[in-house]
């Protein structure tokens, strides 16, 4: 079956697996490529897939939407981080989360500035 992870920004994943098992909100799930056509939430987890070869391969999610249909498995997420080994993935994730965390600190710095300059204006203004 065709795997497809994509992201909001990205496609995270676009080949061919043989399994897949995924955390939904309702239990852990192993998909193969005759199951039946299936929706379901996925829960933050990470997702373990196997290529045609044999090769397992992990990819974490922040939540999602997974949908079977036919021969085409997708996984819609906010965000998602591919590694070839546990260990590996822990270490990305943890510097996602960092890089995520820093944007919005600067989002937030940005957005109490411009908050700050609304106020002494509209208090210039009353003068």
Known sequence: ???RVVTPREVVIDERATRVT???EDGSRTFLPRHIDFVTALAPS?????????EERFVAV??????????????????AVVGERLGELQRLIEEQFREREDRERVAHTALARLEANIIRRFMELGD
Not at 72 to 79: F, G, K, M, R
């Open 46 to 54: 990470v997702v373990s897939y196997v290529r045609p070869g044999g």
């Open 22 to 24: 995924v955390r939904a």
């Open 62 to 79: 922040d939540e999602g939407v997974l949908t079977k249909a036919g021969d085409e498995l997708l996984v819609s997420a906010p965000y």
């Open 1 to 3: 079956m065709n795997l």
